[in-house]
């Protein structure tokens, strides 16, 4: 009885985590790896807006160094600009998905089929109108480079659908990066 509960556990957690909205694609973590990195350092200094401007990179970057910061640090990293071997960096914009699924989602086929003994019921229906939108994304391009030779050794891209774009919530965003950081940054090795 134990193991059927840890069992249906665990299957609602990823079933919760494959309907988060959220795509998280890393790069090999090979490079990275063979590098022996110890200490790394931000590539460009913390956002100031000064202009008081909406723009939401500019309540995402405080956000974004945290859970980078904490992440690496309980993998063993140490941040010291001066004894840096990586730099970290982060790319954000805004993309459009036209409604098309994207090629790294297993579950969901892009193109018609049919499936024996399945009626077609409302759910279905509901979720081919949803993705059938266009839909504007926040993608983050986080980005790993070696300090000597300044290429890059790591990437991570983590795409999330905007689901009201006239509104900010920093509460909302801090939970999404949160989350997302966390698996982003699961597959790097501890620092020797």
Known sequence: ????HIL???LLSLALAACSGVEIRPTPVDKFAAGNYQYYRWRTEPLKNTANSSDPVYSMD???RREVNKGLQSKGYILD????QFS???LYATGMRDGAV??????VIPYPTVVPNRQVNQAVVDNSIALGGVQETSNIAL??????DNKEVWQVIITKIVENVNRIDTTELNDNLK??????LKPLPAAN
């Open 1 to 4: 009885m134990r193991i059927t």
């Open 8 to 10: 249906a556990s665990g």
């Open 62 to 64: 405080p956000i974004m």
């Open 81 to 84: 600009k001066e004894r840096a």
């Open 88 to 90: 970290v960096d982060y």
């Open 102 to 107: 994207s090629r790294e989602t297993s579950n």
């Open 143 to 148: 980005q790993f480079n070696d300090v000597a």
């Open 179 to 184: 989350k997302a950081l966390g698996q982003a």
